[in-house]
């Protein structure tokens, strides 16, 4: 027999999830709790196989912080947390606080009971909220290191004097005021800039900085050159 605690503060909610597992022969609710502390002090008590916990209960991370607790003290309990609605951050949240799954409250009762069941068998058990969420976020970085390594190698190939005016574009110098203060006419700019347009693949100027400051890659690229010598 599966022992399972509920967590949430409302009522209706942990009724609904009692009615279903209740009504399986292979699993049962032995306890319920509202409250981040109850949460903690019920799992103590009671040492359940499985818990669903609502992820915001008195507080908007209640959940994630009862679970972070209760694995520390717990290891061997499983948690698979509950929601009314998918967000990747709470995802990653919830599996970094040792959540092994995370599903939402309208799902049917046959994945609900399947959920646990997966949970209570199985230790290397990781949910598909979970396991999707987390291969999005490692493709993700995989795409932004690409990026960035791409860039610093095209940063490279820039000359001192287009460093030098890069950074001065990165913090908002207008062409006329880089002139001024680098003694060139803003026709020379000008030429400078279409050149380091072209060797970074831009069209302009503004989407050429915006996706520098996105990135966050120039801090330590013109540190390293500022006091490049100019041509």
Known sequence: MINVMICDDLEIILSHFQDIIN???????????????????????????????DIQMDESNSGIIASKEITQLLPNIKIIMLTIHSDDEKIIDAYMAGAVDYILKDSDPGKICSSIRKAYTSNEFLGSYISTTLKKKVLKSREQEISLLYLINYLSKLTPTEVKILKLL????????????????????????????RKLNFKTSSEMIAYLKKIGVMEFFLSDNEDGDQN
């Open 23 to 53: 009504s399986q022969n292979d699993m049962e609710v032995i306890c319920t709790a509202s409250s981040t502390a109850g949460a903690i002090e019920t799992a103590k008590k009671y040492k359940p196989d499985v818990i669903l916990m």
């Open 170 to 197: 990165y913090h908002e110098k207008k062409r006329r005021k880089i002139a001024t203060d680098e003694h060139m006419s803003e026709e020379t700019v000008k030429l400078h800039i279409r050149h380091i347009l």
